[in-house]
């Protein structure tokens, strides 16, 4: 982890020099739409071992600060800071292996808020007069600012729900560990974009390079099952921006 912050700080510190030092092409502001997916190890010891992952995908929004600038005629970097909030569902599943499959009974509801400070390596290649196809690479560290959980039961497919509570996903007690995650976050992203004039189009996949969980193995959370925990969070988006000055 300590060699994954190092490389991703020398990257922000290089693009942050050579913007410094280059003329800077625009400041501007994006939005979008961003789907976080968590993907974890399952934690609950007895469901089978070769139910390895849990996938949780999350939609919602993102908006953002741009600044972009060329080192050489098309090449440069963008890097800003962006905002992230979004939410998603389990599906109703049996809380245990002996419960009848028929009989769903619960549910979480996943919420999720970041902040994040990118840097994007970028090639524009320009098809016409002030217009261009972007490819971009690069890292971005990002902090969550909430993450929660929210629990419902229901007795059978056609009963009530019950609302179980609204709970932190940091700082659990240690009897709530195997949801204990690391608020900091580093992923490495790619992606492609077209720009006209000040308007811009940019789309791409974040890819997580940090272990979410506080803990490296399910035994270290009480569980009599010697099983790595392991996972990341990943993230895919797609913005549209305006430069409000360029030149």
């Known amino acids: 982890m300590k060699k994954i912050l190092v490389i991703v700080c020398m990257c922000m510190a290089v693009a942050t020099a050579a913007v410094a030092q280059s003329l800077p092409q625009g400041l501007g502001i994006q939005i979008g739409f961003a789907e976080p997916?968590?993907?974890?190890?399952?934690?609950?010891?007895?469901m089978p071992k070769d139910s390895l992952v849990n996938k949780t995908i999350m939609n919602g929004m993102k908006v953002g600060l741009v600044y972009d600038a060329a080192i050489v005629k098309g090449f440069g970097a963008t890097v800003g800071i962006n905002y992230t909030f979004a939410a998603g569902s389990t599906n109703w599943s049996k809380k245990s292996p002996s419960q009848?499959?028929?009989?769903?009974?619960?549910?979480?509801?996943?919420?999720?808020?970041?902040?994040?400070?990118?840097?994007?390596?970028?090639?524009?290649?320009?098809?016409a007069k002030e217009t261009y196809i972007i490819l971009y690479t690069g890292p971005s560290i990002q902090c969550a600012v909430e993450m929660s959980k929210r629990g419902f039961e229901k007795e059978n497919p056609t009963g009530d729900v019950t609302n179980k509570g609204k709970v932190s996903c940091f700082d659990y007690t240690d009897a709530e560990m195997a949801h204990d995650y690391q608020r900091m976050n580093v992923t490495w992203g790619v992606g492609a974009g077209f720009q006209y004039q000040r308007y811009f189009l940019r789309g791409g996949y974040d890819f997580g390079l940090m272990n979410p969980y506080k803990v490296g193995n399910f035994n270290?959370?009480?569980?009599?099952?010697?099983?790595?925990t392991r996972g990341r969070l990943d993230q895919w988006?797609?913005?549209?921006?305006?430069?409000?000055?360029?030149?």
């Open 100 to 127: 009848p499959a028929e009989y769903p009974q619960y549910k979480e509801k996943i919420f999720y808020n970041q902040l994040e400070l990118f840097v994007d390596w970028q090639y524009k290649f320009e098809i």
């Open 220 to 228: 270290e959370m009480g569980y009599s099952l010697d099983r790595r």
């Open 237 to 247: 988006n797609i913005r549209l921006g305006i430069y409000l000055w360029n030149n």
């Open 37 to 46: 997916i968590m993907r974890l190890n399952s934690s609950d010891p007895n």
